[in-house]
């Protein structure tokens, strides 16, 4: 190389040109830019000579650049691609300039040269200057990609310019591709340890710092998240609606539902007088109960089931479909169905003056209160009043003339509470509520432990008793539910804590999980030998499975599952019934946080109920007005059952933390 030789070389990603100055050592040249910076040049560094031509000043360099500037038209080269894609034959720049320019001028040569070099559709480099016409076939495959490319940057551009708009507080309307990008976010806030790809880069455009607290607060700004979005139920796999094929479904079954296969053996009870009670704003109601006086003179209790099972088959649309969501999830903020709600709470519930098909159980006690005699039957029945657990109370306080039935339902109840307990039954009895969000607002509320609501957990257990017991005499796999014997502290010791929640909790911490299995076992703390949950087939797959069972059992049909079968099924559900579980435990966290941070500096009574780590002096405490339990961190003795007060000081209901104030004086912390 000469000195004087244009050169072009690349600096900082720029392509440059420079004139060849003075060699430097053996192999190294020195060359002067437009800028009159010099550059230590290796010949690998020079990617282009302009042949014919000397330069003695940096102005030649700006004076050529303008002179090649006019000719590069990256549009020209497919003219020149279409000439030689079917020759096999190599082209150079000074050949290209021919063919583009009809001369060979150092200017044309290096212009053609420059769209040799910048093009990435119709030619390949293949060596030195030596460039390669691409095929048909691969041109088109390279302008589909690089249509792709550009469409997806003006989206990208598009996308950035909406949550502008949005944020500076303008009306935008989201297109599919905005809604892809957001979820990109939405995954990161969901899962913050594996950042999505592009999220880097939509951030960084957005001028957001990438942390979960900042892209959370982005989408709130945005109108695309709520400030109380449950990141819980979004993190989960909750399907939380049904998709439209159920719910074209759903309306199929309303309109033409199938023929009942127990039509000819259900039996007639609409004689009965049933009622329902729940809630007040339950509307899947599931259950009833009668009294039926037996020309003997003996009494027959009648705890009625709602038969979803009658517009199902095993393994059909709807079965796979509650299968798969396993309970029927109540949130503060509203429930998400096991079913559509309009069957739910239509054909399958169990209405106030509806015929209705249920599986009925009737039990005849003797006079301790075991089940002597029982029977299943499926049945219609019409129930005659819907009551909640305040009209019972207030029936039974009243004794209403007429309504003779209900107190001898009571009668029986507390009958059965007390053969249990003989039976070895534990009661636990630990304050409970119900946190309700409705609107802007807030609610906690105890859950009063009266006669009513004991007179319907001692006939639903009556109920899955009773079930269990036709499961076992006739060897009916099903899921039976059974917890093991647990060893609870000596009597001595439980005499010294207090009376009420803190002996209660003593108790429980000794309790083991309940079990689910094919086969019958012991249920401990029910005082049962055998049990298996069938009152809640409309919320809960396990009773709906039950059902399958034993109503296919009543017919003398085949079951329809075997005990194999079964067992992948239950084993398949305890994912999914954790997962949920998981979801209402978490999202009542939530909003029991959120209550006490708008609860202000308000003083709570609370009750001491027991060390969860004494050489920690961490503990936990009940809020009884609230019924809710925190972890608290102590910096004093405190004694079981010691009733303290206690003040929020600091609450992040999204951090999930807590920090209480004694109202003493002296500082606790509550733990996330």
């Given at each position: 190389?000469?000195?004087?030789?244009?050169?072009?070389?690349?600096?900082?990603?720029?392509?440059?040109?420079?004139?060849?100055?003075?060699?430097?050592?053996?192999?190294?040249?020195?060359?002067i830019?437009?800028?009159?910076?010099s550059?230590?040049?290796?010949?690998?560094?020079?990617?282009?000579?302009?042949?014919?031509?000397?330069?003695k000043?940096?102005?030649?360099?700006?004076?050529?650049?303008?002179?090649?500037?006019?000719?590069?038209?990256?549009d020209?080269?497919?003219?020149?691609?279409?000439?030689?894609?079917?020759?096999?034959?190599?082209?150079?720049?000074?050949?290209?300039?021919?063919?583009?320019?009809?001369?060979?001028?150092?200017?044309?040569?290096?212009?053609?040269?420059?769209?040799?070099?910048?093009?990435?559709?119709?030619?390949?480099?293949?060596?030195?200057?030596?460039?390669?016409?691409?095929?048909?076939?691969?041109?088109?495959?390279?302008?589909?990609?690089?249509?792709?490319?550009?469409?997806?940057?003006?989206?990208?551009?598009?996308?950035?310019?909406?949550i502008?708009?949005?944020?500076?507080g303008?009306?935008?309307?989201?297109?599919?591709?905005?809604?892809?990008?957001?979820?990109?976010?939405?995954?990161?806030?969901?899962?913050?340890?594996v950042?999505?790809?592009?999220?880097?880069?939509?951030?960084?455009?957005?001028?957001?710092?990438?942390?979960?607290?900042?892209v959370?607060?982005?989408?709130?700004?945005l109108?695309?998240?709520?400030i109380?979005?449950?990141?819980?139920l979004r993190?989960?796999?909750?399907?939380?609606?049904?998709?439209?094929?159920m719910?074209?479904v759903?309306?199929?079954?309303?309109t033409?539902?199938?023929?009942?296969?127990?039509?000819?053996?259900?039996?007639?009870?609409?004689?009965?007088?049933?009622?329902?009670?729940?809630?007040?704003?339950?509307?899947?109601?599931?259950?009833?109960?009668?009294?039926?006086?037996l020309?003997?003179?003996?009494?027959?209790?009648?705890?009625h089931?709602?038969?979803p099972?009658?517009?199902?088959?095993?393994?059909?649309?709807?079965?796979?479909?509650?299968?798969?969501?396993s309970?029927?999830?109540?949130?503060?903020?509203?429930?998400?169905?096991?079913?559509?709600?309009?069957?739910?709470?239509?054909?399958?519930s169990?209405?106030?003056?509806?015929?209705?098909?249920a599986?009925?159980f009737?039990?005849?006690?003797?006079?301790?209160g075991?089940?002597?005699?029982?029977?299943?039957?499926?049945?219609?029945?019409?129930?005659?009043?819907?009551?909640?657990y305040?009209?019972?109370?207030?029936?039974?306080?009243?004794r209403?003339?007429?309504?003779?039935?209900?107190?001898?339902?009571?009668?029986?109840?507390?009958?059965?509470?007390?053969?249990?307990?003989?039976?070895?039954?534990?009661?636990?009895?630990m304050?409970?509520?119900?946190?309700?969000?409705?609107?802007?607002?807030?609610?906690?509320?105890?859950i009063?432990?009266?006669?009513?609501?004991r007179l319907?957990?001692?006939?639903?257990?009556?109920?899955?008793e009773?079930?269990?017991?036709?499961?076992?005499?006739?060897?009916?796999?099903?899921?039976?539910?059974?917890?093991?014997?647990?060893?609870?502290?000596?009597?001595?010791e439980?005499i010294?804590?207090?009376v009420?929640?803190?002996?209660?909790?003593?108790?429980?911490?000794?309790?083991?999980?309940?079990?689910?299995?094919t086969?019958?076992?012991?249920?401990?703390?029910?005082?049962?030998?055998?049990?298996s949950?069938?009152?809640?087939?409309?919320?809960?797959?396990?009773?709906?499975?039950?059902?399958?069972?034993i109503?296919?059992?009543l017919?003398?049909?085949?079951?329809?599952f075997?005990?194999?079968?079964?067992?992948?099924?239950?084993?398949?559900?305890?994912?999914?019934?954790?997962?949920?579980?998981?979801?209402?435990?978490?999202?009542?966290?939530?909003?029991?946080?959120e209550?006490?941070?708008?609860s202000?500096?308000?003083e709570?009574?609370?009750?001491?109920?027991?060390?969860?780590?004494?050489?920690?002096?961490?503990?936990?405490i009940l809020?009884?007005?609230?019924?809710?339990?925190?972890?608290?961190?102590?910096?004093r003795?405190?004694?079981?059952?010691?009733?303290?007060?206690v003040?929020?000081a600091?609450?992040?209901?999204?951090?999930?933390?807590?920090h209480?104030?004694?109202?003493?004086?002296q500082?606790?912390?509550?733990?996330?």
């Amino acid at each position: 190389m000469e000195k004087g030789t244009l050169v072009e070389f690349w600096h900082n990603g720029e392509r440059r040109l420079a004139i060849a100055d003075r060699p430097e050592g053996k192999k190294h040249w020195i060359a002067i830019d437009a800028r009159s910076q010099s550059h230590t040049l290796h010949p690998r560094d020079i990617t282009y000579e302009v042949a014919g031509i000397s330069c003695k000043q940096p102005a030649e360099i700006n004076k050529f650049t303008t002179e090649v500037a006019p000719n590069v038209d990256p549009d020209s080269l497919e003219v020149a691609w279409e000439m030689l894609v079917e020759d096999s034959e190599l082209v150079d720049p000074p050949a290209l300039a021919d063919l583009l320019y009809s001369d060979r001028t150092p200017v044309l040569c290096y212009a053609a040269h420059i769209l040799l070099s910048e093009d990435k559709i119709y030619f390949k480099n293949k060596k030195e200057d030596k460039y390669e016409a691409r095929s048909r076939t691969q041109v088109a495959e390279l302008k589909h990609q690089a249509s792709v490319k550009e469409q997806k940057e003006r989206e990208q551009q598009g996308f950035i310019a909406r949550i502008e708009q949005k944020l500076a507080g303008k009306a935008v309307e989201w297109q599919d591709t905005d809604k892809q990008r957001l979820e990109v976010l939405e995954k990161y806030v969901l899962n913050p340890d594996v950042p999505p790809q592009k999220l880097g880069e939509y951030l960084s455009a957005l001028n957001v710092s990438q942390t979960q607290p900042a892209v959370f607060s982005l989408l709130v700004e945005l109108g695309w998240w709520d400030i109380h979005e449950n990141i819980h139920l979004r993190r989960s796999q909750t399907p939380v609606h049904f998709s439209h094929k159920m719910q074209t479904v759903a309306h199929e079954l309303l309109t033409n539902p199938p023929v009942d296969l127990d039509a000819t053996r259900r039996r007639d009870l609409t004689h009965l007088k049933v009622y329902t009670i729940d809630d007040e704003s339950t509307q899947e109601i599931d259950d009833g109960l009668s009294v039926e006086t037996l020309p003997d003179g003996r009494q027959k209790l009648w705890i009625h089931i709602a038969d979803p099972t009658r517009l199902l088959s095993p393994d059909d649309e709807f079965d796979l479909e509650a299968r798969k969501r396993s309970v029927t999830i109540y949130l503060p903020t509203g429930m998400i169905p096991m079913f559509p709600p309009e069957l739910a709470t239509g054909p399958m519930s169990l209405r106030q003056g509806q015929k209705c098909c249920a599986l009925s159980f009737g039990v005849i006690l003797d006079e301790s209160g075991a089940a002597s005699e029982y029977e299943i039957t499926t049945s219609t029945i019409e129930p005659t009043y819907r009551l909640t657990y305040e009209d019972v109370e207030e029936m039974l306080q009243l004794r209403i003339p007429g309504e003779n039935e209900i107190e001898a339902i009571a009668k029986a109840a507390k009958l059965r509470n007390q053969w249990r307990l003989s039976q070895g039954s534990i009661n636990i009895n630990m304050p409970e509520s119900t946190v309700k969000v409705s609107g802007d607002k807030v609610s906690i509320d105890l859950i009063e432990d009266n006669r009513a609501r004991r007179l319907v957990a001692e006939m639903m257990i009556l109920a899955g008793e009773v079930a269990a017991k036709y499961g076992q005499d006739n060897s009916l796999p099903l899921p039976y539910r059974g917890q093991p014997q647990p060893e609870l502290p000596p009597e001595e010791e439980l005499i010294l804590i207090p009376v009420g929640p803190a002996r209660s909790c003593a108790v429980r911490r000794c309790m083991p999980r309940s079990e689910m299995a094919t086969t019958p076992s012991r249920h401990a703390s029910l005082g049962l030998n055998t049990y298996s949950q069938v009152t809640s087939p409309i919320r809960r797959y396990t009773d709906l499975l039950s059902h399958f069972q034993i109503k296919a059992h009543l017919r003398g049909d085949e079951l329809p599952f075997t005990v194999e079968r079964l067992q992948e099924i239950m084993m398949g559900l305890g994912t999914s019934i954790y997962e949920a579980t998981m979801v209402e435990r978490q999202t009542n966290r939530y909003w029991t946080l959120e209550y006490l941070n708008r609860s202000g500096d308000r003083e709570w009574d609370a009750l001491f109920l027991r060390w969860l780590r004494e050489d920690e002096s961490l503990a936990l405490i009940l809020i009884e007005e609230l019924g809710i339990e925190l972890a608290m961190r102590f910096n004093r003795w405190v004694a079981l059952g010691e009733q303290i007060q206690v003040q929020v000081a600091l609450v992040d209901p999204r951090q999930d933390i807590i920090h209480l104030r004694e109202i003493s004086g002296q500082i606790v912390s509550s733990l996330a």
